[in-house]
């Protein structure tokens, strides 16, 4: 393995923090890792007397547990904090809870957090201090960034396709409010895709073109001749008012189904970072199809969190 050698980065925190030759070091990396998760014994010693903190304060089932498992498979020592029942709810804030489990000495913190900005915050707060140095993961930032997440899908897309570059990717939906929308506009771009954009017009963030997306307002034309449709759930705990006149509506337009991939490239896939709504924003039949990459994101996700690790802790190349 070589990810230790070229890998500058202390923190993982956001897309646009990273290069092609970082996304291509992280997923050679998550290649040659994969196959751990085969084998009878799923374990190997790489980062052994390591320590792994989920500090998830939004809900989250894929990246915590598969964080979980990544850092088992490398015989980290794993610990999620549980935030109903901690100090968070008698009033401490998030950098003195962090700096709290700093002081017990972890070499990674994953942190999941409502607000925009959380993993930088902490990130930049902790470089400061005194005391040890920890790596920050984000897993995901309010409206923000989901920068591991990206990166699991652009393994997908690799895998499936053998390449990024030049192909045409849609990614339909609530856009406005999906960190992974974000992240994944600026990790294929980079890489040589061409994105499209296309939802509802109350779900688009302004200057989402300047991210490197084109917007369309028609699914039909936004899809027509792609390789890759990437839909996202609407996000209804990040809405105040409606956006959308109702879910009926929305699955009538924007819903992912044979009709609309019809329009595609033959060999189209379709992911879904989950959770999914079904019948919403992707056809049931759909999600379990062929066509569907769903769950190689998943498996996807635990290589590309391990590599992750690997490359923020030290992990020996002969491990
Ligand atoms: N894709 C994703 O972030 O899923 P979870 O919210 O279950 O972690």
Not at 73 to 101: P, Q, Y
């Amino acid at each position: 393995m070589t990810g230790k050698k070229t890998f500058a980065h202390r923190h993982i925190l956001a897309m646009d923090d990273l290069s092609s030759e970082d996304i291509f070091l992280v997923l050679d990396t998550a290649d040659s890792l994969k196959e751990i998760s085969t084998r009878a014994i799923k374990k190997v010693p790489t980062l052994r007397g390591r320590t792994v903190i989920n500090l998830f304060f939004e809900p989250s089932t894929r990246t915590r547990m598969s964080f979980e498992v990544a850092a088992k498979r490398l015989s980290a020592d794993t610990f999620n904090f549980s935030v109903s029942t901690s100090s968070t709810s008698k009033g401490e804030t998030l950098l003195d809870t962090v700096r709290t489990l700093v002081a017990m000495h972890p070499d990674a913190i994953v942190v999941r957090h409502k607000s925009s900005g959380a993993a930088a915050f902490l990130a930049s707060r902790l470089d400061q201090e005194p005391g040890p140095r920890v790596a920050v993961v984000n897993g995901g930032d309010g409206v923000h960034e989901h920068p591991t997440q990206a990166l699991l899908d652009l393994m997908t897309i690799r895998e499936a396709k053998g390449t990024i570059s030049g192909l045409k990717v849609a990614i339909i939906g609530d856009i406005a409010h999906s960190r992974v929308a974000r992240s994944n506009i600026i990790g294929l771009s980079r890489m040589g895709a061409e994105v499209r954009v296309c939802g509802p017009l109350t779900l688009m963030p302004p200057a989402v073109e300047d991210l490197g997306a084109r917007l369309f307002i028609s699914p039909f034309e936004a899809v027509a001749g792609v390789d890759v449709v990437m839909t996202l759930r609407v996000q209804r705990e990040r809405l105040h008012v409606s956006m959308v006149p109702s879910l009926r509506e929305y699955a009538a337009t924007f819903g992912v189904t044979a009709a609309l991939l019809a329009h595609a490239d033959p060999e189209v896939v379709v992911m879904h970072p989950g959770p999914l709504n079904r019948g919403v924003e992707i056809d049931p039949g759909i999600a379990d199809s062929p066509f569907s990459l769903i769950l190689d994101q998943v498996e996807n996700g635990v290589a590309v969190r391990m590599a992750l690790l690997f490359m923020l802790l030290g992990g020996k190349d002969n491990d």
